[in-house]
Protein backbone atom coordinates (compact mmCIF):
# COMPACT_ATOMS: atom_id res chain seq x y z
CA UNK A 1 0.00 0.00 0.00
CA UNK A 2 1.61 3.45 -0.57
CA UNK A 3 0.70 7.06 0.54
CA UNK A 4 -2.77 7.49 1.15
CA UNK A 5 -4.46 10.96 1.94
CA UNK A 6 -7.96 10.88 3.35
CA UNK A 7 -10.41 13.20 1.64
CA UNK A 8 -12.31 13.44 5.35
CA UNK A 9 -9.72 14.91 7.64
CA UNK A 10 -6.41 15.34 5.42
CA UNK A 11 -4.22 11.99 7.53
CA UNK A 12 -1.96 10.31 6.11
CA UNK A 13 -1.62 6.50 6.03
CA UNK A 14 0.21 4.38 7.02
CA UNK A 15 0.14 5.94 10.32
CA UNK A 16 3.15 7.88 10.97
CA UNK A 17 4.38 7.93 7.48
CA UNK A 18 4.13 11.29 5.80
CA UNK A 19 4.53 12.94 2.17
CA UNK A 20 8.05 14.63 0.73
CA UNK A 21 8.25 17.12 -1.95
CA UNK A 22 7.64 15.43 -5.79
CA UNK A 23 6.06 12.16 -3.62
CA UNK A 24 3.49 10.10 -5.37
CA UNK A 25 -0.04 9.67 -2.90
CA UNK A 26 -3.30 8.36 -3.56
CA UNK A 27 -6.24 10.41 -2.38
CA UNK A 28 -8.33 7.86 -0.51
CA UNK A 29 -12.14 8.49 -0.55
CA UNK A 30 -13.64 6.09 1.99
CA UNK A 31 -17.53 7.53 1.36
CA UNK A 32 -20.00 6.38 -0.85
CA UNK A 33 -20.19 9.35 -3.28
CA UNK A 34 -17.30 10.32 -6.30
CA UNK A 35 -15.82 13.61 -4.83
CA UNK A 36 -14.46 16.47 -7.09
CA UNK A 37 -11.13 17.74 -5.08
CA UNK A 38 -9.99 21.53 -6.58
CA UNK A 39 -7.91 24.10 -5.58
CA UNK A 40 -5.08 21.95 -4.75
CA UNK A 41 -2.37 23.49 -7.63
CA UNK A 42 -0.35 25.21 -4.65
CA UNK A 43 0.89 21.18 -3.26
CA UNK A 44 0.18 19.08 -6.03
CA UNK A 45 0.63 18.72 -9.83
CA UNK A 46 -2.94 18.40 -10.49
CA UNK A 47 -5.18 21.45 -9.44
CA UNK A 48 -7.79 19.04 -9.30
CA UNK A 49 -8.80 15.51 -8.95
CA UNK A 50 -12.01 12.88 -9.47
CA UNK A 51 -11.74 10.58 -6.78
CA UNK A 52 -14.30 7.61 -7.06
CA UNK A 53 -16.49 6.30 -4.50
CA UNK A 54 -15.12 3.95 -1.92
CA UNK A 55 -16.65 0.46 -1.48
CA UNK A 56 -17.50 -0.64 1.95
CA UNK A 57 -14.08 -2.55 2.22
CA UNK A 58 -11.57 0.15 0.44
CA UNK A 59 -11.89 3.73 -0.45
CA UNK A 60 -12.08 5.08 -3.69
CA UNK A 61 -8.56 5.59 -4.98
CA UNK A 62 -7.25 8.77 -7.07
CA UNK A 63 -3.57 8.91 -7.84
CA UNK A 64 -1.79 12.48 -7.27
CA UNK A 65 1.84 14.25 -6.37
CA UNK A 66 3.31 16.75 -4.54
CA UNK A 67 4.84 19.40 -6.46
CA UNK A 68 8.76 19.61 -5.64
CA UNK A 69 8.90 22.77 -4.02
CA UNK A 70 5.17 23.40 -3.14
CA UNK A 71 4.21 27.20 -2.43
CA UNK A 72 1.16 26.06 -0.89
CA UNK A 73 -1.44 26.69 0.61
CA UNK A 74 -2.05 22.81 1.09
CA UNK A 75 -5.47 23.37 1.94
CA UNK A 76 -8.40 22.53 -1.09
CA UNK A 77 -12.20 22.29 -1.70
CA UNK A 78 -14.37 19.66 -1.85
CA UNK A 79 -17.85 18.70 -4.27
CA UNK A 80 -19.87 17.18 -2.48
CA UNK A 81 -18.19 18.42 0.71
CA UNK A 82 -17.39 15.08 2.82
CA UNK A 83 -14.69 16.94 4.91
CA UNK A 84 -15.39 16.02 8.28
CA UNK A 85 -12.94 17.42 10.75
CA UNK A 86 -12.47 20.69 12.08
CA UNK A 87 -11.51 23.52 9.81
CA UNK A 88 -11.13 24.07 6.01
CA UNK A 89 -9.94 20.74 3.83
CA UNK A 90 -6.13 20.49 4.30
CA UNK A 91 -3.52 18.16 4.40
CA UNK A 92 -3.20 17.48 7.88
CA UNK A 93 0.85 17.59 7.97
CA UNK A 94 2.25 19.59 5.09
CA UNK A 95 5.42 17.72 3.11
CA UNK A 96 8.97 18.60 3.40
CA UNK A 97 11.48 18.50 1.38
CA UNK A 98 12.99 14.90 2.18
CA UNK A 99 15.66 13.89 0.07
CA UNK A 100 16.22 17.04 -2.30
CA UNK A 101 18.65 17.04 -4.87
CA UNK A 102 21.22 19.79 -3.95
CA UNK A 103 24.08 21.66 -5.96
CA UNK A 104 27.53 21.40 -4.93
CA UNK A 105 29.87 24.11 -5.47
Do not use: H
Not at 11 to 39: H, I, Q
Not at 41 to 49: I, N, S, V
Not at 51 to 66: F, R, S
Amino acid sequence: MGLEVSIQNGSVSPSGDSLTYGCDFSWANPTNKKVKLSGCGGFCTADEYEVPAGTATNPGLAAAQILEDPPGPFTFSEDPNEWNAPGTPRISVNPFPGNQRREVA
